[in-house]
């Protein structure tokens, strides 16, 4: 006799709150009032109170934990495991971390509490600006902004306000066809048009492109480096020459800033300004997609025209400067993803100078060997030396009908999350895989050990690759339907 | 490893990049420090603030008890440690989760979809104003002063760069309250959004449904923004056409302002236009109910330049401690909070001035007598209480008024001390 997966057991048929609702069940506990209550009907005006919240969850405070607990069971994350999505720099998030955002006078701080009693706020600020122009050779830096995306739109606006203020904001961003989507989407909501450049052969920025694509109507290029095959762009101080002489700018998207961090700096090579994403290289929290920190660093040229507050210097202390008439204004309200700012300084603290270093060179030791390793098994149609991250592509699979998805899917049975699928474009099937640092040999030998497995599951049965996974609660998820005809949120079912 | 990668040294990795680039120092960062140095370091910092201070201040950022649940959640790794949930099969927690909030979002605002969340109050709003332009055809926007006067800022550098002109309109000076005659004023048939916020800066309810009507008059739609979400728990939810919110009051800390959670609901009619991630309800191939994210063909990664927004992130982790905050208070427990909220606000305004006669909630207006409001936070700061926010900084027709707030956790005895220092 075999043994079966039991669907019947409770945890993985843990229903939606709402079906687990019965009325007047509850979980919270108030306070007596200690002032006199007030009707609101009296106090707002009837018309504005109003009935009560129908199909609002009523369930008890032991099935709130063992809800979310239960569902907590159905997500893969770090702590299971390696997460090798190229682009994503998934590093194991110290605990250290979360403890330290949570201490009352930073967690409990509001953002117009008298200056005088925020300044350990502002000086966590301004060591954590201090520490990111050292890690990026730039002279000026914004914390303002929410995420990486939200980096890049305010960086553009900045090469917006720059132009505008010599005479001509331009029309044009180029952006490499090996970009983030963000880049272009940024290029649009800024208000520019987005010329795509090839890449050369090799994957690499093509600098006779570059040269012919640079006009008076160009602001900027938007680069990724190392791009997103992994691969260090050789010719960047080239190519800020060229965007330089024509008075166009180098936007650097910070994204793979984890190859970078203690070996070259962006502002040492030519970049004007760029972001990074504090939720990757400085190792805070995904979260299940956010928060994150974008913060953006700039040359000189650009420091006018940063986001307000800025902070200063004042005597003894720390102060907001909204004095700043060139300023783009506010990209969010407030000063930025504080809690995530926290997170990501004491990362710095712990490694100090050496330690960041050497964070780069065993994420980068750790892609070469991947590579090395999977190199006999999978096509990697770029084959320049790599930094952090190596991308290959599922040409062989693909003659036995299994595609980069599929092959993603069957690691999960594996018990890895897959690498990044489909991405860069520029790649056939890509396979796209990012160690980062926080793997061991151990860890690296079994994940190798699983890709070298399935690649031979796809001669011997490629059937079963592709309806992988087979070992999980849910099986492989319905999305065109999910999308034909959408079901954004729960409703009774009609009686 | 290296051997295995035919390397003699981790230097040969970078040997390749050219030498111009490399840096030849090590880094100008101080060592680094143990756990116990990073632990020791932050709790200065933390004291250096106001921490155990009573405070009165609202203004967007709001301090409300959040229920030890919360953390107990959040902090698990599988919700902490994981990735956007591309990957459906192995990521049912977080997007189950997602569709909750999502399903909550719509109850508490009466609108048919809501999105998986966005940056935060400000930048949802700001993309809301987008939406609409892209629903509309047209790109004015026309914002009520009362609106948080930092969103509008945003506001501002997102519109600028989409050659959307923006037009203000005032506020009734005995009321508080938008002026929708001057709101009739600036109307036109390019205003593609009318912005309102409720309860809005000055913590006055606004007749939002006058307000809409004027603005489908025009064939503009209409944007409602709110700042304070526990309002949502005993007020009429909006006949807007756009809801953009912030969540802050969900059990999120106030954290100097940052990380939020913003959100955006909407009708049905307008889904297809909204920014950020939506999480959808399906099957597998097993038939069991299964949830993924969908109508991404709306998003940068598919349609690059063409997408509806470049956001790329929500704030999933920040959302879901307010998914577990609406499921620990729930129906009856979110409605008593709001009324307790209330009645603080009323008893504290009680021994005071209010400057403005309209309705409010948790916030509102004084006047300030024989003292200015720098005086009287200076006298309070004595008795460890933070008090208003001063509101000549950001009109400077209001010297002497100051915006206070109350909530469940301000204490009788404060206020007394409070209204003393008036």
């Known amino acids: 006799m075999s043994i079966q997966k039991v669907r019947s057991h409770i945890s993985p048929n843990e229903a939606l709150l709402f079906e687990r609702s019965s009325p007047g069940k509850k979980a919270y506990q108030l306070p007596e009032l200690d002032v006199p209550p007030v009707d609101p009907a009296t106090a707002l005006g ?26 907590s069971t159905w997500n893969y994350a770090i702590d299971h495991g390696m997460y090798p999505l190229g682009s994503c720099t998934m590093k194991y998030n110290p605990r250290v971390n979360e403890l330290v955002a949570r201490i009352e006078g930073l967690a409990w701080a509001h953002p117009y509490q008298p200056e005088s009693l925020s300044q350990g706020a502002l000086e966590i600020m301004a060591r954590l600006e201090s520490a990111l122009l050292e890690i990026t050779g730039m002279d000026a830096v914004t914390l303002q902004p929410a995420a990486g995306a939200h980096g890049e739109l305010t960086g553009i606006l900045l090469i917006r306000a720059l132009l505008e203020q010599r005479g001509n904001p331009r029309k044009k961003i180029l952006i490499p066809d090996s970009a983030h989507g963000t880049n272009p989407a940024t290029a649009a909501i800024a208000g520019y048009q987005v010329e795509n450049i090839r890449s050369s052969e090799h994957g690499l920025l093509d600098l006779v492109a570059l040269e012919q694509s640079v006009t008076e109507d160009v602001a900027a290029l938007m680069i990724t480096n190392p791009n997103t095959l992994g691969v260090f762009e050789s010719c960047i101080i080239e190519a800020a020459a060229v965007l330089h002489r024509k008075g166009a700018l180098l936007y650097m998207d910070g994204a793979n800033m984890n190859a970078l961090v203690g070996i070259a700096r962006p502002g040492d090579f030519g970049a004007d300004v760029m972001h990074l994403n504090l939720h990757k290289t400085f190792s805070t929290p995904h979260g299940g997609g956010g928060p994150g920190g974008g913060p953006v660093a700039v040359k000189k040229h650009l420091e006018p025209f940063l986001p307000v507050p800025r902070l200063k210097r004042n005597g003894e202390g720390w102060a907001l400067d909204y004095a700043r008439p060139q300023s783009i204004g506010k990209v969010r309200a407030f000063y930025g993803n504080f809690g995530v700012l926290v997170r990501a300084l004491a990362y710095i603290m712990a490694h100090g100078g050496n330690g960041l270093r050497a964070a780069t060179a065993d994420a980068v030791l750790n892609a070469n060997y991947i590579r090395k390793k999977l190199e006999p098994y999978f096509d990697l149609p770029y084959t320049l030396p790599n930094m952090h991250e190596a991308v290959f592509s599922d040409e062989r699979q693909a003659r036995q009908g299994v595609r980069t998805g599929d092959i993603a899917k069957r690691l999960i049975d594996y018990g890895f999350h897959p690498y990044t699928v489909s991405f860069p474009l520029i790649v056939h099937g890509a396979m796209m895989i990012e160690p980062t640092e926080t793997e061991s040999k151990l860890e690296l030998d079994q994940f190798i050990d699983a890709m070298i497995s399935i690649a031979g599951e796809v001669e011997a049965e490629p059937g079963m690759v592709r309806t992988a996974p087979h070992s999980t609660r849910t099986s492989r998820v319905d999305e065109v339907k999910a999308a034909r005809k959408p079901v954004l949120k729960w409703t009774p079912a009609s009686p | 490893m290296l051997v295995a990668c035919g390397l003699e040294s981790l230097e040969e990795l970078f040997a390749h990049l050219p030498e111009a680039v490399r840096l030849k120092r090590p880094l100008d960062l101080p060592r680094g420090v143990s756990e116990y140095e990073i632990v020791d370091y932050f709790r200065r910092r933390g004291e250096e603030n106001a921490a155990g201070y009573a405070s009165f201040l609202g203004a967007g950022v709001y301090a409300h008890y959040r229920p030890v649940l919360v953390d107990t959640v959040v902090a698990r790794g599988e919700f902490l440690t994981s990735y956007t949930p591309y990957q459906a099969e192995i990521s049912q927690g977080t997007l189950t989760s997602i569709f909750e909030f999502q399903t909550m979002i719509c109850q508490l605002t009466s609108m048919d979809v809501a999105n998986a969340s966005m940056y935060d109050g400000s930048t949802a709003l700001a993309e809301a104003a987008l939406m609409a332009a892209r629903l509309t055809g047209r790109n004015g926007l026309v914002v009520a002063r009362n609106v948080h006067p930092e969103y509008r800022e945003v506001l501002k550098t997102y519109a600028k760069n989409q050659d959307m002109p923006l037009t203000e309109f005032g ?83 106030p954290s100097f302002g940052g990380p939020f959670a913003g959100i955006i609901a909407t009708r049905e009619k307008f889904a297809r236009q909204m920014p950020g991630r939506l999480v959808g309800e399906t099957t597998d191939t097993h038939g069991n109910r299964a949830f993924c994210l969908t109508l991404a ?111 469940e956790m301000s204490r009788r005895e404060d206020m007394d001390k409070l209204a003393g220092a008036f």
């Open chain 1, 46 to 71: 009837a018309s504005h109170v109003r009935a009560e919240i129908e199909g609002f969850p009523e369930v008890s405070e032991v099935e709130v934990i063992r809800h979310f607990t239960r569902l």
């Open chain 2, 171 to 253: 506020y009734d000076p005995e009321t508080g309250a938008a002026d929708l005659a001057g709101l009739e004023r600036e109307i036109n048939d390019r205003t593609a959004a009318v912005i309102v916020q409720s309860p809005n800066f000055f913590g006055v309810v606004e007749d939002v449904d006058r307000a809409a009507a004027i603005a489908r008059r025009s064939g503009a739609l209409l944007v409602m923004a709110f700042t304070e979400a526990v309002s949502l728990g005993i007020l009429n939810p909006p006949a807007a056409d756009i809801v953009a919110g912030e969540l802050q009051s969900f059990a999120i800390s």
């Open chain 2, 297 to 407: 063909t709306r998003e940068q990664h598919i349609r690059r330049e063409k997408a509806t927004s470049n956001i790329c992130t929500n704030q999933a982790l920040i959302a879901l401690m307010a998914t577990v905050f609406m499921s620990v208070y729930g129906k009856q427990g979110l409605r008593e909070l709001a009324g307790q909220n209330l009645a603080k606000a009323h008893y504290l305004a009680g021994k005071l001035q209010p400057r403005f006669t309209g309705p409010f909630f948790n916030e509102f207006v004084v006047s300030t007598g024989r003292r200015s409001p720098d005086e009287i936070n200076h006298v309070l700061l004595g008795e460890r209480i933070i008090g208003g926010l001063p509101l000549a900084r950001f009109y400077p027709e209001l010297p002497d008024t100051m915006l206070l707030c109350a909530t």
